[in-house]
């Protein structure tokens, strides 16, 4: 990854939003009603434009907007996790949703994952999320989410040599030296039924030796990895009755092993972390402290780590920077512009929460983000005016700093 000691560059979280004919394309793909040839035929030009837009807005490295994980609907929530279904062997649709799957109870020294339906911010503020004005939707909800039935293997070699070749291509058609593109976390990839291992901490390994392959495609093919895994810090909130900070860290730390695992003999500097809270538009009060996660995260073997730092619930926390060294080899790219409301941010204040960053790590550590990915968040016109501010934001805070 690249470093600037005179300007503040510029990236963001992943997923951006889609055409209206990628979407539409999508829909009827899934729907098995999409002729094969022409659906690449778009993909690949829906790349290269998206990538030409990012570099028109600022963008200083760019990514493959995540056009190779399927949104069949304008709002989704869901795109960065669920492409993996369709790369892993041994994965059954059973009939049940996301938020059908059984809620369980942590006991001491017992913590588990309870249901999606059964996460704590969602009790607390059950009324809001059952009222469709309210606007915590998330859209659409999964009515067909896969349990794993056997030993979990990667199968998606053909979809992520397409992935990669559109976005290379569209990298070289737009003069950009260095792009990056996600795949997700081995914690994040096992939340999803299990009826094959023995354990939790069993299917994060397996799921890690699994998307190993796709890792290592994407570093090998010279574009920088992003790990999309959430569920480092989301979980907190999918544990019931609340954990301590101590509890959740001896809950997480295996699947930050099982990462670890994954990434082995990648090249750290060619790797970096996305680090939230979950995107979805709600209250997140029961979300844990970035002074209680931030040790875990850096434990990770990522040469830089993405985390939400613009929206308002984990905006005041660029002040735990003040007492947490940085390891001097590794970058942050924290959100100066947020996925989590319509307004669109000053410039000036954007480059104001670069700087109080950059002051306390060193202004050529310090990449300007987004909080999470725009796609299927904010509409369309809303996430490109927000990249735009990004870059002028990062171009004061260069002059400032």
């Known amino acids: 990854m690249r470093k600037s000691t005179d300007a503040i560059l510029t990236s963001h979280a992943g ?88 809620a369980q109870r942590s006991s001491p020294g017992n913590t588990v994952l309870s249901s999606f339906a059964d996460r704590r911010d969602r009790q607390r503020f059950a009324a809001a999320y059952s009222d469709p004005e309210s606007g915590v939707s998330t859209g659409p909800r999964a009515t067909d989410w896969p349990f794993c039935i056997g030993p979990i293997s990667y199968t998606g070699h053909a979809a992520i040599a397409a992935d990669i070749a559109n976005f290379k291509a569209a990298l070289a058609a737009n003069g950009v030296s260095e792009g990056f593109m996600t795949s997700i976390g081995p914690a994040s990839c096992a939340r999803i039924g299990n009826r094959h291992y023995k354990s939790d901490d069993e299917f994060v390994f397996a799921c890690a030796d699994a998307m190993r392959e796709e890792y290592k495609a994407i570093v090998d093919a010279g574009l920088i990895l992003q790990i999309d895994d959430p569920a480092i810090a989301e979980n907190f909130d999918q544990i019931n009755p609340e954990p301590t900070a101590e509890e959740y860290r001896k809950f997480t730390m295996p699947k930050v092993e099982a990462l670890n695992h994954a990434l082995r003999g990648l090249p750290r500097d060619r790797v970096r972390f996305h680090l939230c809270w979950g995107s979805w538009h709600g209250p997140h009060t029961t979300d844990i402290a970035m002074r209680d996660i931030v040790d875990v995260m850096l434990r990770i073997e990522a040469g830089a780590y993405s985390f939400e730092a613009g929206n308002v619930r984990h905006e005041h926390e660029w002040a735990v920077w003040k007492d947490t060294k940085l390891p001097d080899d590794r970058l942050i790219l924290p959100g100066v512009v947020s996925h989590a409301t319509n307004v669109v941010e000053h410039p000036e204040l954007v480059a104001e929460r670069i700087g109080r960053f950059a002051k306390l790590v060193g202004k050529d550590r310090v990449i300007a983000s987004t909080d999470c ?29």
Do not use: C
């Open 15 to 102: 997923s951006l939003p889609r055409p209206d004919s990628l979407i539409e394309a999508n829909h009827r793909r899934e729907a098995g009603k999409a002729d094969e040839a022409s659906f690449q035929k778009s993909l690949t030009e829906a790349v290269s434009d998206v990538v030409r837009r990012q570099v028109a807005a600022g963008i200083s490295v760019p990514g493959d907007g995540e056009y190779g994980k399927s949104m069949g609907s304008k709002v989704n929530y869901r795109a960065w996790w669920s492409y993996s279904f369709s790369r892993l062997a041994n994965l059954e649709v059973t009939g049940l949703g996301l938020y059908d799957l059984p």
């Open 373 to 401: 990915g725009l796609g299927g968040r904010v509409h369309r016109d809303i996430a490109w005016a927000k990249l735009e501010t990004l870059a002028q934001g990062a171009a004061i805070a260069s002059k400032q700093l």
